[in-house]
Each structure stands twice: as C-alpha cells, then as structure tokens.
C-alpha cells in the first residue's frame, strides 16, 4: 500500500498490555518511529528503532519490527489512564517522515 | 531547554481571507517543517528548511501557501487566501539529532468559516 496504517481505536483495561500496530510502506526507511500526541498538544517522540534492529525495550515500552512484513508494533506494559492518547507510527521516506492516521488509546479505570 | 514556539495557538477566519503562522525552532536547530495535520489524520509535510534554504516543498500548494525563513531561525507560513479545506492544524517541527528525530511545537488550530 501507499499509506502507513494503523487501526483507529484501542480501549483496554488500567495495568492491562496495550499493543498498537502499524504497517509502513518502505523497506528501506532507515529509522520507523512511535509518537504520542495528547489532546491540544504536539506529538511527542516516545522511541524510534533503527532499521537494522528487530526489538526495542525502553521501560514499559517494547518496539518489535519485522521488517519482511513491514510491520511495526508498539507495546506498553501496565497501562495508565495517563497513556490514553493519540500514538502515530511513522516512518523516514526519502528523506520526509510519513505518519499514519493515528491509533486513539484509551484506558479505562 | 525550551521548546518549539508557536503562535497564534487558535485563528478563526473566513475564506478568502489571509492568515500567517509563526514558528521558532529549538536554538541550533538547523532543519525546520512545517506540517498539516487534518482532523483524524496524521501529519502531511508542507515544507522542510535546512538553515533558510528550502530541501523540500513538493505538498505545499503553492499557488495559496508560502513559507519562509529568513535568517536560518524563526519562520512563517502564510496562506492566501484560505479555503474551507485547510481548516486543520499548522504543526511546527525542528531537528537536529542523527536519527531525524523531530520536536514538535504545540500547533496553530485554523479553522476557516
């Protein structure tokens, strides 16, 4: 496809793991990157990976990439209400970096 | 370290009419972008700046938007004259890191009546 996509919505349960998706279109994108965006606010870098890797931990965060498929997932452990927020999957294509639509977070009590 | 300003935060205005959003990047920032983002969508670049040279504007339309940045630092984004469709936010991103990480500013909302 022409677009990174992403699902839309994901609602999960506090302290549950959310897993957010992402398909991007070029193998060759050097680094593919996950942003959140809060309400009235820009996005906000969480982790990138490098192309050349297929995992990547940072505390509750866990990148996976599988880079056959041209598949990206974002994984956080123990969600918060505090996470609930829009997350954009991007990735560096000739030189620009091109985002998804989004996937709306939210997280229940 | 403070981050990327922007101004105004909201603008209502009628089509037709002219608008200017005003970006200031992170100091040492040397590449700038400019991007829209469409309620429900993810950001599309406008326009990108290395220093006050243009690297790429091939989405801008040109024929009502225009960018600049003079001096290498601050830089506007105009449109004349606005139509219903660019009601959408104006976000502002500077960078300078090897892995093109881009910071963000807070964004201008437009909405065009």
């Known amino acids: 496809g022409e677009d990174v996509e992403q699902s839309l919505f994901l609602s999960v349960r506090e302290g549950d793991s959310s897993v957010i998706n992402c398909t991007y279109t070029?193998?060759?994108?050097?680094?593919l990157y996950w942003y959140k965006q809060e309400p009235g606010a820009g996005l906000q870098l969480l982790t990138y990976?490098?192309?050349?890797?297929d995992m990547k931990q940072d505390q509750r965060l866990t990148v996976l990439l599988n880079k056959k498929d041209k598949h990206l997932s974002l994984r956080i452990a123990d969600t918060q209400t505090g996470d609930s927020a829009i997350y954009f999957c991007?990735?560096?294509?000739?030189?620009?970096?091109?985002f998804g639509a989004g996937t709306r977070l939210t997280v229940k009590p | 370290e403070a981050g990327v300003a922007q101004s105004p935060r909201y603008k209502i205005i009628e089509k037709r009419q002219s608008v200017a959003f005003w970006c200031n990047p992170i100091?040492?920032?040397?590449?700038l972008y400019w991007y829209q983002q469409i309620l429900g969508q993810g950001p599309k670049l406008l326009i990108q700046?290395?220093?006050?040279?243009?690297?790429?504007d091939s989405q801008l339309p040109k024929d009502r938007f225009s960018a600049e940045r003079l001096k290498g630092v601050d830089s506007t984004l105009k449109i004349q004259p606005a139509k219903l469709e660019d009601s959408a936010v104006y976000l502002c991103?500077?960078?300078?890191?090897?892995?093109?990480?881009?910071?963000f500013g807070p964004g201008t909302r437009l909405t065009v009546l």
């Open positions: 991103a500077s960078g300078a890191t090897t892995y093109n990480e881009q910071f």
């Open positions: 070029d193998s060759s994108s050097t680094y």
């Open positions: 990976i490098f192309s050349n890797m």
């Open positions: 991007a990735e560096t294509y000739n030189n620009d970096m091109r």
């Open positions: 100091s040492g920032h040397a590449t």
């Open positions: 700046f290395q220093n006050n040279g243009v690297v790429d």
